[in-house]
C-alpha cells in the first residue's frame, strides 16, 4: 500500500524538549508534555506551542525531539543527559547557553558516506556534502509487510513507482514504538542486502526513509549500508523515526 504525501523533509536535528503545551495541531513528540502548561508565571501565562505542520501542512516536521530516554545504538541507557547549561538566569548569568553532547547518530539523522567508507571519511565525505535538493520535497510514505525485513522480494512487491525519489518506508517499528522504548532493539526491521540492492538497481530512489535507528536491519548491517552508501552521488540519504511516520496522513 503506498500513500502520497506531500513532505518537506526536515533535516535539522535542534529540537529541544522543554516545557510545553500541546495544542490539537502539536506535534507528536511533545505529548508526553501535554499536560504541562504554564511557563514562567507572573500576569502572563507563556504557553509554547509545538507544531508538526507549517504552511497549511506544505511542510511537515518529521523529525524526533531528543529526549532523555530515546533509545540509543546498542545500549539500553538510552540517550542518557545529553543536555546541560554552563550558564543560567537562575544562577545569575546574563543569559542561558546550554551545551549539547550526543552521538550524531541519535534520534533523526542522515548517514555521510564516510560512515561505511574510509576513503569516503578521509576525503571529506561528510552530511555537507549530501544534496539538499534531494533531502527535501515530496515524498512517498509506503507500508511494508508487517512479518518480513525489506528484502527484493518486499522491495518488488511494493512496485513503486519509476520517478518516485524520496521513499519513506513504515514498518513494524511503527507499530511497536519502537523509538518510544528506551531500550535498544537488535529486532527492528530494515534493509536487508538484498532488498537495498533491488532498490539501486530498480528504482530512482535517492533518499530512503526508515522508522528506527538504521536503515539496514541488524542481520545485514554493514553489508545493507555499503550497497546505499556506495555510489554517493546518487544514493543513498537516510533518516530515522517512528513517531513522524506514524502521524503522517495521506494528500
Ligand atoms: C548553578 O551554579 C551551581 C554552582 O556553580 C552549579 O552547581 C549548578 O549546577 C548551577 N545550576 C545551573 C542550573 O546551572
Ligand atoms: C528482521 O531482522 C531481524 C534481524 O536483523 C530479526 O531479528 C527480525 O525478527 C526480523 N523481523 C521480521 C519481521 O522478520
Ligand atoms: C531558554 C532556556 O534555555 N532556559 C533555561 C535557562 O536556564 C534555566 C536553568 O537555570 C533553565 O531551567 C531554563 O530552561
Redesign the pocket.
Known amino acids: 500500500m503506498a500513500k502520497i504525501v506531500g513532505l518537506m523533509l526536515l533535516v535539522q536535528i535542534l529540537f529541544?524538549a522543554?516545557?510545553g503545551a500541546a495544542a490539537s495541531s502539536a506535534h507528536p513528540a511533545y505529548e508526553e508534555e501535554a499536560a504541562a502548561c504554564g511557563v514562567g508565571g507572573g500576569e502572563e501565562e507563556l504557553v509554547v506551542i509545538r507544531r508538526e505542520e507549517y504552511d497549511g501542512g506544505r511542510i511537515l516536521d518529521i523529525t524526533h525531539a531528543y529526549r532523555e530516554d530515546m533509545p540509543s545504538w546498542e545500549t539500553d541507557e538510552g540517550l542518557g543527559q545529553f543536555l546541560c547549561?554552563p550558564?543560567?538566569?537562575?544562577?545569575g548569568?546574563l543569559a542561558?547557553n546550554?551545551e549539547m553532547k550526543m552521538g550524531t547518530h541519535s534520534g533523526t539523522h542522515v548517514d555521510a558516506p564516510g560512515h561505511v567508507f574510509q576513503h569516503y571519511f578521509e576525503a571529506g565525505f561528510d552530511v555537507d556534502t549530501l544534496d539538499l535538493e534531494v533531502l527535501n520535497g515530496p515524498a512517498l510514505l509506503v507500508d511494508v509487510p508487517r512479518d518480513k525485513n525489506i528484502t527484493a522480494e518486499v522491495m518488488e512487491s511494493l512496485h513503486i513507482p519509476k520517478g518516485v525519489r524520496r521513499v519513506l518506508f513504515r514498518t513494524l517499528n511503527t507499530d511497536r514504538k519502537l523509538m518510544w522504548k528506551k531500550e535498544y532493539h537488535t529486532d527492528y526491521v530494515g534493509f536487508m542486502k538484498d532488498g537495498a540492492q533491488w532498490l539501486v538497481d530498480n528504482t530512482d530512489i535517492k533518499l530512503v526513509g526508515v522508522d528506527y535507528l538504521s536503515v539496514a536491519a541488524y542481520a545485514d548491517l554493514i553489508p545493507s549500508h555499503l550497497v546505499f552508501l556506495k555510489s554517493r552521488d546518487q544514493l543513498c540519504w537516510l533518516f530515522s523515526g517512528n513517531h513522524p511516520c506514524g502521524s503522517l496522513k495521506t494528500r
Open positions: 529541544l522543554a516545557t547549561f550558564r543560567s538566569m537562575k544562577n548569568s542561558n546550554s
